[in-house]
Structure formats: C-alpha cells, structure tokens
C-alpha cells in the first residue's frame, strides 16, 4: 500500500467560498493539546439525501471533538473538476485530512498529490480502484448489498422469467459503487457475470439459480446519475424498449422514486418488483408503502462519523484505522430491509429499518 502521510501540525482553517460550508468549533482539549485539526468533506453532490446525512455525521463528530470542518460539493455526479477544485483547497489550506465521495478515476490524480502534501485521505462510500488510492476507505459492502437484493429478488420471482432493467449511476464509466452494486445484484440472482469491474457485460439472456430459478432477459442499462429524474426517464426509455419488464434494479433509493413514477404514469407499477440500495428514510417508507420491494440499508452517519474520528485521532495519538478482516476497506454494515422476507434471504423488518434509518 501506498504511504505519504507524515504527521504535522495543522493551520487554521481559511473561510471557503459560497459553494463551501465552513463549521468550526473548539474544544479545551483541543486547545490543551496544541494542534488544531482542519478536515475538508468533498460530497459527489449536497442534495441526495445519503450525502447531506453524511455531513450531519461529520458536522456533528466534528463539533464534539473541536475540529474544523469545511464540505465542499460538486454539482452532480459529472463534477469531478468541483472534486479536484475542492481537495486543492484543502492542500492550500494545509488541513490535516480530506474525507471523500470520489465521482471517479478523474479525481485521483489530485487525491495523490493531497497525500504527498501530507494529507490523509479517506474515502467514504465510494472505493478506489485500486484501494490504495486514498489511505483507507469506510464504506457499505457495496457487493454484499447488492446480493442481498438480488437474493431476495430471486427468491420473491418464483421460478417465473425475470425481465430486468438496470438503473445504474453511469453507461459511459466504470465507478465500484456502480459495478459493484449491480453485478453484486445479478450475482445474488445466480445470473452469470462477465468482468465483474465492468457492467452490463454479463449475458442478456439465460437462467437465474437463486431460489427456484428461471429464465431471465436483460433489456437494458441506464444511466440515472444517482437522481429521481433520472431514473424516471431511465425507466421510461427501457418500458419504451420492452414493456413486459417485471424487476428493476436501482443503484439507489432517488431512481427508484423516479422509476416507480415512470411505471406508475404507464399503468405499470402493478406487478413490476423495484429493488435498491440505501435505507433513508424516504426510502424506506417507499419500502413501507409497497413501492420498493426490498431495499440494503447503509449507514452514511456513522461513515462520516468514523472519518472525522480517524482523522482527530491520527493528529492527536498517531494511531490509524484498519480495513475490516478479509477487505480492503472498513466495512460499515448492511442490513437487507423489507416486509416481505424471503426464505434464505437475511433481512430486517421495516420498523429496523425506520429505527436506524437517515435523513
């Protein structure tokens, strides 16, 4: 694994710009020992609700331990030049850490040069590829939800043929969140993969094993950019192709809204089984209502929570984080959510998920 960090002593925080949201508070044990620790937050975007509960986790952690945070955004999931803008910032300002939502390989170039500043830097949600890009990542098993869903839809199809549409984040760039949440989703299934790093390069047609088994087609993957209209006109596009579908993988809890909508508008919502990934709390009352069959709860908070931690106790004791055993990453949990539980398939009653739900 990559090492660049050296410990050092932190400046104080400069006042970013409008798109950049500044907290900063202190603590008497901050001041007792010395140093002052500045972490930047840079988000894929500050209004999925995923991401604007990890900046309450970082907000509220930072406060407790008196470091300074800033978060800065970019637009859409597209931005990666906000990204690179933002983790500059961070190296100028000499903070002592970056926490990041990377949109994709574009940015790695600048979380490099962060590092051998002397910045460690963690990614949140979203891997590396490879992991040593950053210093360590706290993420959801990006995979396992994605299986846990797939199992369950597998099961909940009943040996009937399963014909599937795929709203993804991207069809134009590889991302892990992306390929692994939708393979770990068609893996779950028992539908063969081709290049597990890579979507849509499994068979279009075939058999499913999970459960009872049967016959599947694949129509199509979509780009929905992580968002509600996206995955509306997503959702449309692939009816306009096939308007026999029956399942439909979203790589998150905004396209499903925006899938169930296009399908509800086409007289199609009876019959057809949404499956995602999430656990919000909007998404989980869609889980409550019927919209969404099952959905994997992630736990943003406590990965925001975590970075922060990782960070204050790196400038203050030198101790670092560890991956989970087995990973290349700090696993933060997953929990399958759903009121229709099916037979081998591990999941979580509704109220769990409303209990420990985000946003």
Do not use: H
């Amino acid at each position: 694994m990559k090492k660049f960090f050296t410990r050092k002593s932190v400046a104080a925080i400069a006042v970013l710009g409008a798109s950049t949201l500044l907290l900063s508070a202190c603590s008497s044990s901050d001041d007792a020992g010395g140093d002052r620790v500045g972490v930047s937050l840079i988000l894929k975007n500050d209004t999925n609700p995923f991401f604007v509960a990890m900046t309450a986790g970082a907000k509220a952690k930072a406060a407790e331990l008196g470091v300074e945070l800033s978060v800065a955004a970019g637009k859409d999931e597209n931005d990666d030049a906000a990204q690179i803008a933002a983790i500059e910032n961070a190296i100028s300002k000499k903070d002592a850490g970056i926490l990041i939502t990377p949109i994709s390989g574009g940015v790695y170039n600048a979380i490099t040069q962060a590092r051998e500043a002397g910045l460690y830097v963690i990614a949140l949600d979203t891997p590396t590829d490879p992991a040593d890009i950053v210093d360590i990542t706290f993420a959801t098993d990006n995979c396992r939800a994605g299986e846990l869903i797939g199992q369950w839809a597998a099961v909940k199809m009943g040996g009937k043929k399963a014909v599937i549409a795929l709203l993804d984040i991207f069809n134009d760039k590889n991302v892990p969140t992306d390929y692994c949440r939708n393979n770990g989703f068609l893996k779950g299934m028992g539908i063969p993969l081709g290049d597990p790093k890579r979507l849509a390069d499994e068979p279009k047609t075939g058999k499913y094993t999970f459960g009872k088994g049967g016959a599947y087609e694949i129509v199509g993957n979509v780009a929905t950019l992580g968002a509600e209209d996206g995955g509306r006109t997503g959702m449309e596009q692939l009816l306009a192709k096939n308007p026999n579908i029956n399942l439909v993988y979203t790589l998150n809890e905004p396209a499903a809204a925006g899938a169930y909508a296009a399908l509800k508008a086409a007289g199609k919502e009876k019959g057809v089984v949404i499956v995602s990934v999430d656990g919000g709390r909007a998404g989980v009352e869609n889980v409550k209502a019927g919209i969404i069959g099952a959905t994997s709860q992630q736990y943003p908070l406590l990965m925001a929570d975590l970075g922060v931690q990782a960070i204050y106790d790196l400038i203050k004791s030198g101790t670092t984080p560890k991956t989970s055993e087995g990973l290349d990453f700090f696993d933060t949990g997953v929990k399958l959510i759903t009121d229709d539980p099916q037979e081998g398939v591990p999941s979580e009653s509704v109220q769990y998920g409303l209990d420990n739900a985000w946003g």
